[in-house]
Structure formats: C-alpha cells, structure tokens
C-alpha cells in the first residue's frame, strides 16, 4: 500500500548523461537540465527510489545504485544518481501552484518511490525547479 514519504526524506532519481549539465572544461556536473523531471508520453508519475529505505546509512547511494540495476534500466558509468529533498519538491510544486504526492510504493521493489500528480503537458518551469532548487546532489554512477 503506498504512503507519503515524510518531508525531511529524501529520494533518489536515476539521470541518464542527456539530461546531466556538465562544465564545457571539466566535463564535471554542474547540474540538471530540467528534462530530468519531465513526464514521458504515457506516463503518469515519476519513478525513484526511497532513500531511508535503507538501513546502510554509511553508503545509502551504493544501495541505491544496486537497486537500480535490479530493475530493467541500462545504467552506465556517466549516468548519475540525484538525491531529492521532499520538502524541496512540495516548496517547488507550491510555486507553481500545484499539490504534487511523493510516496513510498514499494509493491514490485521495496524501495521504489513515485512523484504523482505532475501537471501534464509537462510544466518546464516546475522542472527546472526541481532540478535546481529541489535536488540537492548529483553523484555520478562511476564514483559511488
């Protein structure tokens, strides 16, 4: 049965290198472009993963790593692991004067997680919001 996940959790998004901004010199990451949190056709919601989920509070990430690659998701090296605020996205979603539901749903995967209620077509100031004011980190998948 899903529940809300609480506002001081977390969640983690999985970003494939297309929607990573990276510095034109370092090729380090600098951000996310919002594409990262729009809808695909045919989708209703947004999947994640539920940090405190895990009970390895050392290297949650290397969990959560594992667990995606449980899934049917071609995960490579450059690819990169975001770590949400929930609160984040509520404050991101009341600026854009919309009720977004962040819940554990953890039916098929233990840990999986959704963003419902995203407006549709899909609202790129909200995305950009919640790329650059919601996320807090971006972890490359070769450095965890």
Known sequence: M???IPDEHHIVRFCPKRVIERDITTKSIVGLFPQAFEL???EEYL???YLEHFSDRTTPLKSVLTAF???PLNIKPKDALAT???SG???CARARDCSLRVLHEP???PDYATIRRLPQPNDLELCELLA???TLTIDEVSTI
Request: no cysteine; proline share 4%.
């Open 84 to 86: 949400v605020s929930v």
């Open 69 to 71: 690659r449980s899934r």
């Open 40 to 42: 695909r056709d045919g």
């Open 132 to 134: 650059t004011v919601a």
């Open 47 to 49: 999947s994640n993963s």
């Open 89 to 91: 996205i509520h404050e």
């Open 2 to 4: 899903p529940s809300k």
């Open 107 to 109: 039916e098929e995967f």
